[in-house]
């Protein structure tokens, strides 16, 4: 602490001892100075000494050295530009200008978290706005560029947002849902931790309130992270009504899971996995009956007219003669079952032309597609 202050001190009289040496030396002073040297002269009885003093004075301001120097001070601004002011405004404004200033560039930084923008290119918009707003004083005064618009996302409106999740939660004993599922980050294991709930005046709110790391996605691991996060941010435990996630054997097996473990603590937490997926999954077992593959076959569709611009532009052939709208193929991807619908339907749009396609093709036809259409030798 001792060296702290030893080193502010001497800054300080440095700096004195700097202002003191060049207060005379403003810039395009030197005639001035001299004159007031030789009007003090005129004043008062003239001695050797003062005349040898002026004359080296006069010496000096003719040298290159000096010269130079005065040149340089006049680039250069005085070392109290780099310390605060004693003022209460730093930017010469009012409190109520600086107040004004302060909510227009946190009210830019939501607009850009809120739209998803880019950091560098408000960083640029803010420059353009000091040019487009000349007349006014809060654009010219914004000083906001990337680095401090990141740190009032995470230092001022982050925090401030999820306080107030957790005092609208605290406040009124409000019951929430828990919501999380896991994430992976090439190695790294993430869990977000969602909150659903429901106030008279917004409705119903989902809010993310935590985002971790956690290594051990046991239902034993799962379940302390969760714990550890919800004590953190003082958040009951008991105000937890239900509890959404993936349905995986970890997050809703009937023995030993995430959702047992916190059923312990609330036995009344209410289930709520997901629904869409066990339809699927039934779904995804009926179509095992069929003679063909679905979902092969679209995947065979879409391959052959994605690797070939000659092949989209002679299926538009085919739906034009069959006087229809083109619809781009979709591409349905295995692990994203969601797809399959949408796949389904655009191909469905399209069939006659597409079948008309493929027959055209005769023995170039795959085999696949061949079986689907009963384009083989035996067929009518």
Same mark, same amino acid.
């Given at each position: 602490?001792?060296?702290?202050?030893?080193?502010?001190?001497?800054?300080?009289?440095?700096?004195?001892?700097? @202002?003191?040496?060049?207060?005379?030396?403003?810039?395009?002073?030197?005639?001035?100075?001299?004159?007031? +040297?030789?009007?003090?002269?005129?004043?008062?009885?003239?001695?050797?000494?003062?005349?040898?003093?002026?004359?080296?004075?006069?010496?000096? #301001?003719?040298?290159?050295?000096?010269?130079?120097?005065?040149?340089?001070?006049?680039?250069?601004?005085?070392?109290?530009?780099?310390?605060?002011?004693?003022?209460?405004?730093?930017?010469?404004?009012?409190?109520?200008?600086?107040?004004?200033?302060?909510?227009?560039?946190?009210?830019?930084?939501?607009?850009?978290?809120?739209?998803?923008?880019?950091? @560098?290119?408000?960083?640029?918009?803010?420059?353009?706005?000091?040019?487009?707003?000349?007349?006014?004083?809060?654009?010219?005064?914004?000083?906001?560029?990337?680095?401090? +618009?990141?740190?009032?996302?995470?230092?001022?409106?982050?925090?401030?947002?999820?306080?107030?999740?957790?005092?609208?939660?605290?406040?009124?004993?409000?019951?929430?849902?828990?919501?999380?599922?896991?994430?992976?980050?090439?190695?790294?294991?993430?869990?977000?931790?969602?909150?659903?709930?429901?106030?008279?005046?917004?409705?119903?709110?989902?809010?993310?309130?935590?985002?971790?790391?956690?290594?051990?996605?046991?239902?034993?691991?799962?379940?302390?992270?969760?714990?550890?996060?919800?004590?953190?941010?003082?958040?009951?435990?008991?105000?937890?009504?239900?509890?959404?996630?993936?349905?995986?054997?970890?997050?809703?097996?009937?023995?030993?899971?995430?959702?047992?473990?916190?059923?312990?603590?609330?036995?009344?937490?209410?289930?709520?996995?997901?629904?869409?997926?066990?339809?699927?999954?039934?779904?995804?077992?009926?179509?095992?009956?069929?003679?063909?593959?679905?979902?092969?076959?679209?995947?065979?569709?879409?391959?052959?007219?994605?690797?070939?611009?000659?092949?989209?532009?002679?299926?538009?052939?085919?739906?034009?003669?069959?006087?229809?709208?083109?619809?781009?193929?979709?591409?349905?991807?295995?692990?994203?079952?969601?797809?399959?619908?949408?796949?389904?339907?655009?191909? #469905?749009?399209?069939?006659?032309?597409?079948?008309?396609?493929?027959?055209?093709?005769?023995?170039?036809?795959?085999?696949?597609?061949?079986?689907?259409? +009963?384009?083989?030798?035996?067929?009518?």
């Amino acid at each position: 602490m001792s060296f702290v202050y030893v080193t502010i001190t001497t800054t300080l009289s440095s700096l004195s001892i700097f @202002n003191r040496f060049f207060v005379w030396s403003e810039p395009c002073s030197d005639k001035l100075s001299v004159q007031k +040297m030789e009007s003090d002269s005129d004043t008062t009885p003239t001695t050797p000494r003062k005349k040898a003093k002026l004359s080296k004075v006069k010496q000096h #301001l003719t040298s290159k050295k000096h010269q130079a120097k005065m040149e340089m001070r006049k680039s250069s601004g005085l070392l109290q530009k780099f310390f605060p002011k004693t003022s209460a405004s730093t930017s010469g404004l009012s409190s109520n200008e600086d107040t004004k200033l302060a909510a227009a560039e946190l009210a830019m930084t939501y607009h850009t978290v809120k739209h998803n923008l880019s950091y @560098n290119s408000q960083d640029c918009s803010i420059k353009l706005n000091k040019i487009i707003y000349v007349d006014s004083k809060t654009a010219t005064n914004l000083r906001l560029a990337r680095t401090k +618009m990141e740190a009032l996302v995470t230092e001022v409106l982050g925090p401030h947002s999820l306080q107030s999740v957790i005092d609208q939660l605290n406040k009124d004993n409000v019951f929430y849902c828990l919501q999380t599922d896991a994430s992976n980050k090439k190695n790294i294991k993430l869990f977000p931790l969602v909150v659903q709930y429901f106030t008279p005046k917004s409705g119903i709110q989902q809010k993310l309130i935590d985002f971790y790391e956690n290594p051990d996605e046991s239902a034993n691991g799962m379940f302390s992270a969760i714990k550890n996060s919800l004590e953190s941010l003082e958040l009951p435990f008991s105000q937890i009504s239900g509890f959404s996630a993936d349905n995986t054997n970890a997050n809703f097996g009937h023995n030993h899971s995430l959702y047992t473990n916190i059923l312990e603590v609330i036995p009344d937490l209410i289930k709520g996995n997901c629904h869409a997926h066990i339809v699927h999954n039934s779904v995804k077992h009926a179509m095992n009956c069929l003679n063909y593959d679905i979902e092969n076959i679209i995947l065979k569709i879409y391959s052959h007219f994605s690797v070939s611009a000659c092949r989209r532009e002679e299926l538009k052939r085919f739906v034009a003669l069959a006087e229809g709208e083109f619809h781009e193929i979709k591409r349905h991807i295995g692990t994203r079952w969601l797809s399959l619908l949408p796949a389904i339907d655009t191909i #469905l749009l399209n069939w006659i032309p597409i079948c008309n396609y493929f027959v055209d093709l005769d023995v170039d036809c795959p085999m696949v597609i061949q079986n689907l259409l +009963m384009l083989d030798d035996n067929s009518d």
